[in-house]
Every structure is written in C-alpha cells, then in structure tokens.
C-alpha cells in the first residue's frame, strides 16, 4: 500500500533559543556561548527536550531559528483507496514555508500515536513509545553522547558532543533530496521509491536507475569524468542554486546547472529532489511567505527516459508556436500536459 506524506505542522516546543552563526564551519563552539548570547533568534535542543505525539494537541516538530524547516513528526495521508486507515507518522525534515513541498528527509520507519523523541541526561537521542515507554534510538549507530541539538536554517539538522563536536548531522545521509550548502558523496545514494540516483566512485558519472518488476532503466545524466581526478567526488548544490561536480580537493570538475539569476536569492532555498518516477528535479522555493507568487519554481529536469513522443510534441508547438494552449488542440501533447502537471504535484515517496 501506498502514502503519500501529509504534512501537518502543529503546535511547536519552547526551549532555548540560538543563533547558527555562532557555530563554526568544523562545527566547534560551546553550549554556553548559545545559552548566554542574547541575540539568539532560535531555539537550541537540551536534554531532557521533547517532541510528541499524544491525543488530539501535540507538539510535533523543532523549527529552525526563522521556522525555515523543522525536524519531528508529521502525519501521513491516507491512500485514496483507504481514507479510513490507522493514523501513521515519520520522523523527518520539512521545509516549513510551503504546505506543498514534500519532505526533505526522512527516517525509515513510521510511528503511531501516542510517541516521544526525547534527549536524554544521558545523551540519547531517543524515541520513547507507550504503553510500556519502550525506547530505542532515533539515530542508529552515534558513537558518542548528545549534549544539544540544532536544527539549521539551511536545513541541516545536527547532533553535538559535550565539546560542540559534530556528533551526527542530516548532511551526510540524504535520503531523496539534497539542499542548497549539501553534498552528496559518491558511494552515497539518494533513494526514493524504485529509484536510486548515484555518483559513481571511479569516474563521476551521476546516473538514475529505476528498477521495476519488469525492467531495469538506467538514464545518465552526467558522462563520466576525464583525467586524473581526487575522489571522492562529490555532486554539490550551493546555495545560490548552482549544481556540479567537486573532487576532494575543492576543484570544481562540471556543473550540470548554472543559476544565472542570483540577485534577490536570499528570498530561495534550493533544493534537489528524487522521485520515485525517475525524475531529478533542482527547485527554488520562496522563504519570504509571499503567498501571491508561485512558492516553488522548477530550474530543471533530469528524467529517466529518453524523450517521448509527447514530450517532444509539447516542445515543437511551443517552439513553433509560443504558447502550451494549441497543445490542448492535439490529443497526444495534451496527455504531455497532464503528465507534467502530475509530476508537478507528487510526492518523492510512493
């Protein structure tokens, strides 16, 4: 059975607050600095700090110092063919600004009611279920305790040490998307549905594999690199909107997309999402909460398949022509337009 996410933002925790620019690129700095600087904007994750969901009022996610993003739970819709189904949650990272953008990144697993995510005095970072108030952790495999938690405004949510050491961070284990400031590393895939979108180790070549019952497609969408290169190599998107290939060493290898528009970009984020169809989509999406202009705009498309025949009809009437409106004229660029508005108006996770 298929979800698709319904994203629900409720009520909100108060706790400390912080400012990011107060943390260090390595990621060094001391809790005291948060707790004592009186410019903080935020909100700064203690121990015992808690998110839940618990009957009908629930206090559901940490914001981001702006209330760009926000790490909790959020509810899943039910299927249209099961509107009735049990209440279901995932843990995740939502960009807050728009209802319509889907989830950032997400855990594996989902959650029902009544549940916590607690930081213990300990340093665990937890999830606490009833009835019996079993705990296991949120993040597998952290090495070292947690003494504070921040949920960035570039959409990084990150664990620290005692020390301000970075424990964990959202950054380096991406799940469908990678955000504007992130980098995706070769050997680490972006998986959404049947798709998987990889950088490849030896060369650079970026590909999107779909694999179904019945087939398996593959779709380049960047060629293998040339010469000597530093690996590893990592498929970057910067926070002006700029996409491309950087070795090891810093030295820009290929871009796949230019932004030729950077004034007024402190309005965007950007961000780069998989879906479960095969496509690679870079979007823009407004953070200044003007809801009179489109939120999210799409820069570009990386598809799984070779162009079809209705893709191709829907661009030789625009070329031709100048405006998408003659396609409803044709029946086959018609059903283009439906397919791009679908694809306009899903979900990564099917």
Sequence with gaps: MSFLLLLL???VVESSSFNDSNITANGTSSLSTFLNDSSFS?????SNSSISIFGDISSTYWPSSSDNFGFGFYQIACPSSSPHCPEKYVVGIRFLKSPSVPMVWTTNRYYSKPSSILLTDEGNFVVRMKPDDKEEPLIPNIQKPVAYAVMHENGNFVLYGSESQIVWQSFDYPTYTIL???KLRSGVDLISGESRLSVQETNGSVAIHVQS?????????SDALEGSLKRPIFLTLNTTGDLYLVGSDGVLLKYLYRNKKHQGEGDYVYRATLYSDGYFDLYKERIDGNDHEKSSILLQSWPVHHMSTREKCLIAVKAFFGFVGLCFLLAICYSAVKAVWARLNRSPVS
Aim: hydrophobic fraction near 40%.
């Design 213 to 221: 019952s019945e087939s398996v497609r593959v779709s380049v969408i």
């Design 42 to 46: 935020g909100n700064i994750i203690t």
């Design 9 to 11: 933002p409720l009520l």
């Design 180 to 182: 504007g400031g992130q």
